[in-house]
């Protein structure tokens, strides 16, 4: 029987590759942080001067919020949290500028260049990455800890980032279409209705205002294009 959802562990991959830093927590202080996460999966973090991690020069424990948001109607609704946990490095001055841009994808912050300008220079602000130790996460109804090799050793899908531009273009232009054929395979009216998650196993619709719920719609399989994600889709969309 096909999986009706991505396996466990690529299904926090993906959210944290979609994620922002929230909040970081160091020596049992909570502070907020600036920071996204690279193509490996680790937390990359912008530390300014002044900041609790600027001074470091071995390893520190620290945990890092991620937060991963979608925006419907212009509001913002959270996805999911993922809290990573694990010793926050240096980043070396050969990973130093994609560390920038991974962070410039979420945050647009001068002091990202004045990072990568003045590398090694003890007053500007400095890149850190974390050496991931474990991972929790809290996502709909589903939370729990992923270790550091079931986090690590998963992709995200590979399908992500059209799947994110699909997902945004039925929700601007598409609404009506949606909420007829979700009316249609559910067999009574749904309104509002929104695409909440859309992957290579299926599509999540959130339903309702007040009190949403999110309902699954699997794929028959797995769709291993974007071709056939969007005809997967399409059997959605359809009223016919």
Known sequence: MPLAAPPLPERIRTLAATSRAGQLVVDGVRCPVTGAVDGAGRPVLLVRPGEPLHPLRGDAVVSVSLTSMRVLGGVEHPRGIVEVQGWAEAVPEDEVRAAAVAIAEHVADEALFEAIEGYGSPDAPRLLHLDVGQVVYLTGEDSGVLDADEYMDASPDPLAEVAERVLAHVNGAHRAQLASGV??????????????????????????????????????????????????LRAILCTC
């Open 183 to 232: 009316g249609r395979l559910l067999g009574l009216p749904a309104e509002p209705v929104w695409l909440w998650e859309l992957d290579r196993y299926g599509a999540t619709v959130r339903i309702g205002e007040d009190d949403p719920a999110l309902v699954r719609f699997p794929w028959p399989e797995p769709a291993g294009t974007v071709v056939g994600l969007e005809e997967s």
